[in-house]
């Protein structure tokens, strides 16, 4: 497997992790799976590793991916 569809695959999956964990908060604000879901994706992002994954900034990601929830 390419090393960059491997990277895109692993970014899609905290993109598609991110989502739901929002999307589980939305109903039930104390969920505890959703919570951590929510802050481990976040902090994937942030990280040095997403920076060697992608040249896509992370925290622009993030914002994008919270103005689907506005």
Do not use: H, P
């Amino acid at each position: 497997m390419n090393c960059e569809v491997l990277a895109n695959a692993i970014i899609e999956q905290a993109a598609k992790d991110y989502r739901w964990a929002r999307t589980v908060l939305r109903k039930a604000v104390e969920n505890v799976e959703a919570m951590a879901m929510r802050s481990d994706t976040e902090r994937f992002f942030r990280s040095a590793w997403f920076g060697q994954l992608t040249s896509i900034n992370g925290e622009w990601l993030l914002q994008q991916l919270e103005g689907e929830f506005v």
